[in-house]
């Protein structure tokens, strides 16, 4: 009794249901692990290499070709009133990979922000964020890293403490950009050094220049794994409208040359 006992108040404490923690027992048994360097740049028209558990219709992520930064195809996302996954209004792909901790790990991808991609006031919307991977039946925290989008700025944020919270001990406010254009691509690339001993350490890119660089402590002490990626759109509140977003070339590996978003990572090179 008392370890059934025990086990029924880490579920309560995670702030998941039964049902979810179940859901999340099994994939911790069947899901892939990722390699240490991987493209996924939608060239292939599938989602082979993603978890797409986070996309509730058909319509939520859709590769196409109208939009596109490099190749043939990107990833156009949407979400809508209704669209709730996992606690959120979220159409997001994750990449299986748990980050290696006391070690770097580069990533690349571009974002396109349409000229409808109008949110409530008032409303923040995530675009890509690195989650942190709470153990089984333990409670997660704010991602410890993360793109956000709030009434025309786009902000880089983060969040660390000793221990997984949704209102950790320390939350970091990186980078702003103002007045952010609509209708043109974005190339992003990150080194990422994820430490739970020490500090992290980022060196973030945009369109081949500097943006800024962090050192300091990241993400949560008494988590075990690093933290995993995930691509998409993600509204913190309601939305009243349907919001779509681009995605394209995500790539991650050991170096800016392996996940340089503007061009291809399959021999060819297309910087259009």
């Known amino acids: 009794m008392s ?3 025990t086990e029924a108040e ?3 404490a995670s702030g998941r249901t039964p049902q979810e923690h179940a859901e999340i027992a099994r994939a911790l048994k069947t899901d892939p692990k990722g390699e240490r360097s991987v493209t996924l740049d939608f060239e292939n028209g599938s989602f082979d290499g993603w978890s797409v ?3 509730p219709r058909p319509k939520s992520a859709l590769i196409q070709s109208q939009i596109v930064r490099v190749g043939s195809k990107a990833c156009r996302f949407e979400i809508d009133k ?16 748990n980050a290696p901790l006391e070690a770097e790990t580069w990533y690349g991808f571009s974002t396109y922000l349409p000229h409808s991609f109008v949110p409530p006031e008032g409303v923040g919307v995530v675009l890509a964020q690195w ?3 709470a153990e089984l039946g333990d409670p997660s925290g704010k991602p410890p890293f993360a793109i ?12 660390f403490s000793e221990v997984a ?3 950790p001990d320390q939350r970091h406010l990186f980078h702003e950009i103002t007045d952010i254009a609509h209708d043109v691509w974005f190339d992003f690339i990150f080194r990422i050094h994820w430490s739970k001993t020490a500090n992290s350490r980022i060196d973030a890119y945009l369109d081949g220049k500097s943006l800024f660089r962090f050192e300091g402590p990241l993400g949560y002490r008494n988590q075990i794994k690093g ?4 691509l998409g759109v993600y509204a913190s509140g309601e939305i009243d409208a349907p919001l779509a977003v681009y995605h394209d070339n995500y790539s991650r590996g050991a170096s800016y040359e392996d996940v340089d978003p503007s061009v291809l990572h399959d021999g060819s090179d297309d910087p259009s």
């Open 53 to 55: 558990r986070r996309l």
């Open 3 to 5: 370890n059934a006992k």
């Open 82 to 97: 209704g669209d709730y996954v996992s606690q959120g209004a979220r159409a997001e792909l994750r990449d299986w990979y």
């Open 227 to 230: 933290p995993y990626f995930k």
């Open 148 to 159: 956000r989008y709030l009434d025309g700025v786009l902000r880089f944020t983060g969040a």
């Open 165 to 167: 919270s949704d209102d």
């Open 131 to 133: 989650h942190d991977q």
């Open 10 to 12: 880490r579920i309560a």
